[in-house]
């Protein structure tokens, strides 16, 4: 069964779908995209009109993530690790639930206490992070003792 059988698509349609969810398309131009699906570009406008298939091309898009899940949060986690990392430091600590925008954090007896009454020991943080981790979030060089 090919995915015009699924979804009931035209072959150009499906040629677009399958350039839409393929990640090297990511911030492309049309001029680009067209090429790739092999379409003009008021076939891509004309496609990109219906509702359906927008449906189907974040679907598509978001079930190709999830099966990517691992290597997408890997890759964050490699690139936390660079000195360029700082966003994805940011991604990951949001993701443990232990970094958040714009509160105020005060360090009182071995604990960070939250305003929102969020409680976190260093204990908890030591748990979910490596020294390695611990090091760069903190910008200490590698040889540096802790």
Avoid at 71 to 95: F, V, W
């Amino acid at each position: 069964m090919t995915k015009d059988d699924i979804y009931g698509l035209t072959k150009a349609e499906t040629r677009l779908l399958e350039v839409l969810v393929n990640p090297e398309s990511v911030g492309k131009s049309v001029k680009y995209i067209c090429e790739q699906a092999k379409i003009s570009r008021n076939t891509y406008y004309k496609v990109m009109k219906k509702e359906k298939f927008k449906h189907i091309v974040k679907d598509s898009v978001l079930e190709s993530m999830r099966g990517n899940v691992a290597s997408i949060l890997n890759a964050t986690y490699i690139n936390a690790l660079s000195p360029k990392g700082h966003q994805d430091r940011k991604l990951l600590l949001s993701m443990l639930g232990i970094y958040s925008e714009k509160q105020d954090v005060n360090a009182i007896n071995n604990t960070v206490t939250v305003i929102h009454d969020d409680i976190l020991s260093i204990e908890d943080v030591m748990k979910v992070m490596t020294t390695e981790q611990l090091k760069v979030l903190a910008g200490y060089d590698e040889d540096d003792d802790i």
